[in-house]
């Protein structure tokens, strides 16, 4: 059996890097300036990593009316979930979703021998 992107979870078995991917349409800036100034502190005590920020992707099929994408890794779902579900997050994400209508999604790695 091949490793899976990740590592492995705390009770050994594989974990596989998963992505929060999230396409946003801000209508309100004041309320997102107040997501944006409050998420830093709570995504430190994560096990995220940013990748990627970007407010004028190349789209190369269909459209994208969005004012940002947002690209994240975690370790493992249970990370991403950890840090999504925390209070600490959902007290700052009321501002994002106040201020944006949001597509996101979890998108989950594959492993890289199956290519």
Known sequence: MSRLAGGYARD???????????????HD???????????????AR?????????????????????SRSVIISFPGEEDLLAWYRSPQYQEVLRHRLAGADCDTIVVHGTDPGAA
């Open 46 to 66: 994560s096990t995220g990593t940013y990748l990627a920020v970007d407010a004028s992707p190349t789209v190369l099929e269909g459209s994208w009316p969005y």
């Open 29 to 43: 800036e004041v309320e997102y300036r107040a997501y944006l100034d409050a998420c830093g502190e709570v995504f």
């Open 12 to 26: 050994g078995g594989p974990t596989m890097t998963v992505y929060f991917v999230a396409n946003i349409r801000i």
